[in-house]
C-alpha cells in the first residue's frame, strides 16, 4: 500500500467523522485534531475506522505519535510493513 | 384668555342668558371674589343677583338648595374646598338625596363652584384636592375644569342639569393664559375628553394635571413615545366607555391626579381597568397621586406635593421601559 | 382510549412537525415501538409509543406543525384496566397516565411556571396564537412579558414555518435551518435558567491518577472498539455518587422533586455550533461497557440530528465535559427544569502534593453549578467529595 492510498483512506475517514471540513486540505504538519476540531469521541470513530479499513490496532499509548498528518502516514506504513 | 376671564365669562353669560341663575357666596360682591372671578359683576347686575352672604357655609349652601327647589338657578362660590366641609351635611343629605327620598318629585338643580387645588403658597388652610370626597357621592355630578375652553363653557351646560352639579375649578391656573380655539362655544360635561391622541400609554387625568400631562407628552413625542392624553372633566359618573376605548387601544395606563393616592379618583378608575379590560392589559396600571401630606407652605415643598411634568415623563418611560 | 400527544423533548421545545407516520390506524403496537418522525429543533426524532395497544385513529397529518401536548394519535390500549368508553373525564383520566409518567414533568415545570411575568394581554396574544411564552424573554418592566415580545415571537414562528414550507431547500439550507434553531433553542433555555436559577458554584480538583490506570489497563485488553473513553467512567462514578446525594438529581417545579431513576443528559457539542444533550437512562444500573457503547452509538447520531424521543427526554442532571487538550474548568448553566449539572475540565498533568510529597498527577477540575432554591452548597459539596471517592476506587465502578 503507497503513500497515496493511506493518505486516501485517512481522507475517507476524517470526512466520515467531520463532514463539514476538507481533510485534503490539512498540511502536513498541523495538528489534524486542532485544526478541524475532533474531540475524544470523534478521534475514537476515526481510530476504529482506520482499524476496519487497514486491519491494524493503534494502542492507547500510540495517540501521540500521530498528531499531524505527515507523522500519522509514516506511522501507519511502518505499521502496516 | 387667562383661565379667571374665561370662567367670569361663563357666568356673565348664565346671568345674561337665565333670569332666574344668580351668584351667591362670601365676598362675590363688593369685593369681586376672593380670586376676583367676579370683579365688576356686582354693578353690572346688581345686588339680587350678585349675593353677598355671612361667613356661613351651611347656611348659603342650603340657602341655594333652597333656591333651586323653589324653581331658581343658583349659582353658589364656595371660596375653597377646605370649606366645603362645612357645607358638606347641605350638599351630601339634601342636595344629592331629596330627589331619591322625595320619590323623584324634587330636583334640585343647583351648581356649586369650588376653589380647589394647590399651587398658590396658600397651605393647608386653603389648598387641598377634594374632588374624591365628592365622587363618592351618588346622586351628585363632579366636573372639574381643567382647561380654558371648559372654563368658559361649562358652566353653561352645568346649568341645564336638573341635579346638583360641583365644579372644582383651580386657583394655580387663574393667571394662566391659553387661546381658546374659536369653533368652540359648547362643551359636552357628560363626556370625557381626549386631549391628545397617542398610542404607547394613555395618560388619564383631570384639573391641573391635564395642562401638565400635554407638556410631558409633547416633551416625550421628541423621544419617540407616543402618549394619548385623556382629560376625565366628569368625576361622577364617570365616562367609562371613553376611559377604557383608550385603554384598550395603547394596552397602559399611567393615571395623575393632585389628590391624596388612598381611596381616590385614580384607585376608582384602576379598578374599573382591572374589571373591565384586564386581557387587554400589557403592563401594571401606574398612579401619580398626590403625597399623602397636609399641603405644606414652602413652595419647594409645594411643588413636591403634587405629581409634576419630570415625575410623569419618568413614570411612562417607566413603564414602557423606555432608556 | 389514550391520547397519543405531542412530546415535549426538553424545556426548550416549543412544538414539532410530524414528518411522517411509521404505523397507520389499526396497526398493533407495542411499548418502545417508533410510530412516527418529527421534526423539532433537535432535528429529526423517532418518536416511541409507551404503551401496547392499537391505533384507533390518526389525528394529524403528515407535514403538519403542531405544539407540543397537541394530541396525535388515538391509541386502543390492550391493557384493559385503561378502557375505552365514557365521559370526556374519563378519557382524560386514561390519557393522563402517559402523558404524565413519560412527558409531562417538563412540559408541567415550563407550562406552569407561576414565576413567569407576562402581561395579561401578552398572555392572551400567546394563547392565541400557540405561542409557549415561557421560553420568551421579556423586554417589560423587571423582565415581563409584553405584547411586543410575544408579536416577535410569532413573526419569528411564521419565518421558521414558512422557511420550513419553502420548496426546494437544499440539505445545507436544512442543516443550517436546523442550526439556528438550535442555537435559538439554547439561547431560550439558557436565558430561561440564567434569568430564574440562583445558581451557586463549586468546584473540586480531583486526582485522576488511579482512574486513568485503571481504564488504560482495561483498554489494553480490548479491541479498539470496545475502548472506553474517561467519559464514561465520569458518567458512571457520577451516577452512583447520585445514589448517596440524590438530592441534586431532580428538577425543581413549585419545590423540589426527587426522581428515582438517575437519567443523565451528556452534552454534545455540534460541529455547527450548538448543543444536544442525549440523555443515558439509568446510568447507575449501567456497567461502563454499557455506558460506553451507548455514548458510541448515541454521539454520532446527537451530532448528525437522529435521535430517539426517548433520548431526549426525562434527564434529570447534566453533565459536560471539556474533553482532552480544552479548558482546565467549565461553569456551567443548569438545563431547566434540572437542579444541577456537573462539569469536567480537561484532565491534564498537574503538581499535586500528596502525603507531605509532591508529584506530578493527572487531574481534572470538576465543578457543580446547582439551584440554591432546591438544595443548598452543603449537599453540593457532599456529592463532589463522594464522587472523589468513587473515583479513587475506579474497580468498584
Known amino acids: ?81 | 384668555m387667562t383661565y379667571r376671564e374665561a370662567l367670569k365669562q361663563g357666568i356673565r353669560e348664565a346671568l345674561h342668558a337665565d333670569g332666574r341663575v344668580f351668584l351667591i357666596g362670601e365676598d362675590v360682591g363688593r369685593y369681586g371674589g376672593a380670586f376676583a372671578v367676579s370683579k365688576g359683576l356686582l354693578q353690572e347686575f346688581g345686588e339680587d343677583r350678585i349675593m353677598d352672604v355671612p361667613l356661613s357655609e351651611s347656611g348659603f349652601v342650603g340657602a341655594g338648595i333652597g333656591a333651586a327647589i323653589a324653581g331658581m338657578k343658583p349659582i353658589v362660590e364656595l371660596m375653597t374646598v377646605n370649606f366645603s366641609l362645612l357645607a358638606m351635611d347641605q350638599i351630601v343629605n339634601n342636595a344629592a338625596t331629596l330627589l331619591h327620598m322625595s320619590g323623584g318629585q324634587i330636583n334640585v338643580p343647583v351648581v356649586i363652584r369650588i376653589g380647589c387645588g394647590i399651587g398658590r403658597q396658600l397651605a393647608a388652610q386653603h389648598s387641598h384636592s377634594w374632588e374624591p370626597l365628592f365622587a363618592h357621592i351618588p346622586g351628585l355630578i363632579v366636573l372639574s375644569v381643567g382647561t380654558h375652553e371648559d372654563a368658559r363653557y361649562m358652566l353653561a351646560e352645568a346649568l341645564k342639569s336638573p341635579d346638583p352639579v360641583i365644579v372644582f375649578e383651580y386657583t394655580s391656573m387663574l393667571n394662566s393664559e391659553k387661546e381658546i380655539p374659536a369653533n368652540i362655544t359648547q362643551v359636552d360635561i357628560s363626556k370625557t375628553k381626549v386631549r391628545r391622541v397617542g398610542k404607547d400609554i394613555s395618560l388619564i387625568t383631570y384639573g391641573t394635571g391635564v395642562y401638565k400631562c400635554m407638556d410631558a407628552a409633547n416633551e416625550l413625542a421628541a423621544m419617540g413615545i407616543d402618549v394619548e392624553v385623556v382629560d376625565l372633566r366628569v368625576l361622577r359618573p364617570l365616562d367609562e366607555e371613553t376611559i377604557l376605548a383608550s385603554v384598550s387601544k395603547t394596552h397602559r395606563a399611567l393615571i395623575v391626579e393632585d389628590a391624596w393616592k388612598s381611596v381616590s379618583i385614580s384607585s376608582e378608575i384602576s379598578a374599573r381597568i382591572m374589571e373591565k379590560i384586564f386581557y387587554d392589559l400589557d403592563a401594571p396600571v401606574l398612579r401619580l397621586s398626590g403625597v399623602e401630606v397636609p399641603i405644606p407652605y414652602p413652595v419647594h415643598l409645594e411643588e413636591a406635593s403634587v405629581p409634576q411634568k419630570n415625575d410623569i415623563i419618568n413614570a411612562v418611560k417607566k413603564i414602557l421601559n423606555h432608556d | 382510549m389514550i391520547e397519543f400527544v405531542m412530546p415535549s423533548l426538553g424545556a426548550d421545545m416549543e412544538d414539532g412537525i410530524l414528518v411522517e407516520w411509521h404505523k397507520k390506524k389499526g396497526d398493533a403496537i407495542k411499548r418502545g415501538d417508533i410510530i412516527a418522525d418529527v421534526e423539532t429543533q433537535k432535528g429529526l426524532i423517532e418518536i416511541e409509543v409507551f404503551e401496547d395497544g392499537v391505533i384507533e385513529k390518526l389525528l394529524i397529518e403528515p407535514d403538519t406543525k403542531v405544539p407540543v401536548g397537541t394530541p396525535l394519535a388515538l391509541i386502543n390500549p390492550t391493557n384493559k384496566k385503561a378502557e375505552t368508553i365514557i365521559s370526556t373525564d374519563a378519557q382524560k383520566e386514561a390519557s393522563h397516565p402517559i402523558a404524565e409518567k413519560e412527558i409531562t414533568p417538563t412540559l408541567n415545570a415550563v407550562g406552569v411556571n407561576k414565576k413567569i411575568k407576562i402581561s395579561p394581554l401578552a398572555k392572551r396574544v400567546a394563547t392565541e396564537n400557540n405561542i409557549n411564552f415561557s421560553t420568551l424573554l421579556g423586554s417589560g418592566e423587571n423582565g415581563a412579558i409584553t405584547k411586543e415580545d410575544v408579536e416577535k415571537a410569532i413573526a419569528q414562528k411564521q419565518k421558521s414555518l414558512a422557511n420550513h414550507e419553502a420548496s426546494g431547500t437544499t440539505t445545507e439550507d436544512k442543516t443550517k435551518n436546523a442550526s439556528n434553531s438550535i442555537r435559538a433553542a439554547v439561547a431560550a433555555a439558557m436565558s430561561k435558567s440564567n434569568r430564574e436559577i440562583p445558581h451557586y458554584y463549586l468546584e473540586k480538583t480531583i486526582d485522576m491518577t488511579k482512574a486513568l490506570a485503571w481504564m488504560n489497563r482495561a483498554n489494553k485488553e480490548r479491541s479498539v472498539k470496545q475502548r472506553l473513553l474517561p467519559a464514561a467512567l465520569l458518567i458512571k462514578a457520577v451516577a452512583i455518587s447520585l445514589r448517596e446525594v440524590p438530592e441534586l438529581n431532580a428538577i425543581w417545579d413549585n419545590g423540589l422533586q426527587i426522581k428515582s431513576d438517575i437519567n443523565i443528559g451528556f452534552v454534545v457539542s455540534l460541529r455547527g455550533g450548538g448543543i444536544i444533550v442525549p440523555a443515558i437512562h439509568a446510568a447507575n444500573l449501567k456497567t461502563i461497557d454499557e455506558i460506553m457503547s451507548m455514548l458510541n452509538d448515541i454521539i454520532p447520531r446527537a451530532k448528525a440530528l437522529k435521535l430517539r424521543s426517548s433520548e431526549l427526554s426525562d434527564s434529570s442532571i447534566t453533565i459536560t465535559s471539556i474533553g482532552e487538550g480544552g479548558a482546565d474548568s467549565v461553569y456551567g448553566i443548569i438545563y431547566p427544569p434540572q437542579v444541577a449539572i456537573i462539569g469536567f475540565g480537561n484532565i491534564s498533568e498537574q503538581p499535586f502534593a500528596e502525603n507531605g510529597m509532591l508529584g506530578i498527577h493527572p487531574l481534572v477540575h470538576v465543578t457543580l453549578a446547582a439551584d440554591h432554591r432546591a438544595i443548598d452548597g452543603l449537599t453540593g459539596s457532599r456529592f463532589l467529595t463522594v464522587l472523589n471517592t468513587h473515583l479513587q476506587n475506579p474497580e468498584s465502578l
Open chain 1, 1 to 81: 500500500m503507497n503513500k497515496e492510498e493511506i493518505e486516501k483512506i485517512i481522507f475517507n475517514s476524517l470526512k466520515q467523522i467531520a463532514p463539514d471540513t476538507e481533510p485534503s486540505k490539512l498540511s502536513p504538519d498541523e495538528n489534524i485534531r486542532e485544526t478541524l476540531g475532533i474531540d475524544s469521541f470523534d478521534f475514537l470513530q476515526f481510530i476504529v475506522s482506520l482499524d476496519e479499513k487497514l486491519n491494524l490496532e493503534i494502542p492507547e499509548q500510540d495517540y501521540g505519535k500521530i498528531t499531524t498528518l505527515n507523522s500519522l502516514i509514516i506511522y501507519l506504513t511502518q505499521k502496516i510493513k
